[in-house]
Nanobody, 121 residues
Framework: QVQLVESGGDLVQPGGSLRLSCAAS????????MAWYRQAPGKQRELVAS???????NYVDFVAGRFTISRDRAKNTVYLQMNSLKPEDTAVYYC???????????????WGQGTQVTVSS
């Protein structure tokens, strides 16, 4: 009923930039908080940044000042602009959204399939 589709992952050199996108589709009565997580090989999935329905943003310390999360409510899309990329940013990046599919359902979290970001020279 709900799909989150990420795009924008790529191989980039250190210091480079990428912009990830995540579009939600399906039964979207209300989209609350949207977020980006990442998971590096051998590590747990971790929060990168989040944005509420009213536009309040939150970043983890290791990306503050380098990454910017934003959303386009009309397109049901969340973005992650990543600048000054470092090799340690290499990971699969996942989109997460808290969505209520109808007036009669409770909000729940949905995940995208992930997009690979590799930072290497």
């Amino acid at each position: 009923q709900v799909q989150l589709v990420e795009s924008g992952g790529d191989l980039v050199q250190p210091g480079g930039s990428l912009r990830l996108s995540c579009a939600a589709s399906g039964s979207l009565f209300v989209i609350y908080t949207m977020a980006w997580y990442r998971q590096a090989p051998g590590k747990q999935r971790e929060l990168v940044a989040s944005i509420t329905s009213d536009g309040t943003t939150n970043y983890v310390d290791f990306v503050a000042g380098r990454f910017t999360i934003s959303r386009d409510r009309a397109k049901n899309t969340v973005y992650l602009q990543m600048n000054s990329l470092k090799p340690e940013d290499t990971a699969v990046y996942y989109c997460n959204a808290n969505i209520q599919i109808s007036l009669y359902d409770s909000p729940r979290n949905y995940w995208g399939q992930g997009t690979q970001v590799t930072v290497s020279s």
